[in-house]
């Protein structure tokens, strides 16, 4: 059941799924919720342990004037992973979750035992030029009445702040995402808002990446095609060994590649 806990100082709205197995975190996308995604995916991972949580000034956890920004996110994740999962996990981070997923790989390693980066750039230019977020809809702002502890003016606080992060933030070096040694699934819709050159480019920077760019689908690709997506996600977990392709082109030493 889900439940409020107290986590780096603050109320965080968590949830858990006590399946036997590894434990998985999932990271929702920015402006989103756990709820948004949960049904969508927890079914596939039903042979693990899962973790999840609204972020602050998400969802069902209240607004923080200081939280929204990536620096902050990022210490509230490595807070959540260290009292509350209480174990190295493998983490799900779709969007934003997934660069705060990035994040964690780069500055706590021995927390993360494998990481899938769901439609996620590293830096604020990876978004397409002509990309726009559009104004918060009527159906959005019934439910954030809801679902919000704040009140509902609060909503257009968050959206004009996030306005002013997306431009300007991440800003992850290449050369510290070259240093991340767990496997990595990166994972795009092929009408993605992140380009594809930013997602190959992030890929092909990892020394344990896999790449995966799913036909048919947007930045929204967990709920258009949740069947391919959870499966593609689902074997990767099952087996994080280094990939051995017949016809090898980016990885033709895997001897040396391998983690140790």
């Given at each position: 059941m889900p439940e409020y806990?107290?986590?780096?100082?603050?109320?965080?709205?968590?949830?858990e799924w006590e399946n036997d197995g590894e434990a998985v975190v999932l990271l929702h996308?920015?402006?989103?919720?756990?709820?948004?995604?949960?049904?969508?995916?927890?079914?596939?991972?039903?042979?693990?342990?899962?973790?999840?949580?609204?972020?602050?000034?998400?969802?069902?956890?209240?607004?923080?004037?200081?939280?929204?920004?990536?620096?902050?996110?990022?210490?509230?994740?490595?807070?959540?992973?260290?009292?509350v999962v209480k174990e190295p996990a493998h983490i799900v981070g779709w969007s934003d979750g997934g660069i705060i997923g990035l994040m964690i790989a780069i500055e706590r390693p021995e927390l993360v035992k494998s990481l899938?980066?769901?439609?996620?750039?590293?830096?604020?230019?990876?978004t397409l030029g002509d990309f726009e977020i559009g104004e918060i809809?009527?159906?959005?702002?019934?439910?954030?009445?809801?679902?919000?502890?704040?009140?509902?003016?609060?909503?257009?606080?968050?959206?004009?702040r996030f306005m002013k992060?997306?431009?300007?933030?991440?800003?992850?070096?290449?050369?510290?995402?070259?240093?991340?040694?767990?496997?990595?699934?990166?994972?795009a819709g092929d009408d993605d808002v992140i380009s594809h050159a930013h997602?190959?480019?992030l890929y092909e920077a990892l020394p344990l990446g896999q790449l995966a760019i799913v036909p048919g689908t947007s930045h929204i690709l967990p709920k258009e095609k949740p069947g391919l997506v959870n499966l593609i996600i689902t074997e990767f977990l099952e087996d994080l060994s280094y990939p051995i392709t017949r016809m090898p082109m980016r990885r033709t030493n895997p001897v040396s590649n391998q983690p140790e």
């Open positions: 806990l107290k986590v780096d100082g603050h109320d965080l709205y968590c949830y996308g920015g402006m989103s919720q756990t709820a948004h995604w949960a049904s969508n995916i927890v079914p596939a991972l039903e042979d693990y342990h899962v973790f999840a949580y609204d972020r602050s000034s998400h969802g069902f956890t209240a607004y923080r004037e200081e939280s929204i920004n990536f620096k902050f996110q990022l210490r509230e994740a490595i807070a959540y992973l260290e009292n899938v980066l769901i439609g996620a750039n590293f830096h604020y230019n990876g809809s009527d159906e959005d702002r019934a439910e954030y009445a809801i679902y919000s502890p704040d009140p509902a003016e609060t909503q257009d606080v968050i959206y004009q992060m997306w431009p300007s933030e991440p800003e992850i070096p290449m050369e510290e995402i070259k240093k991340i040694q767990c496997p990595v699934l990166v994972m997602t190959v480019e």
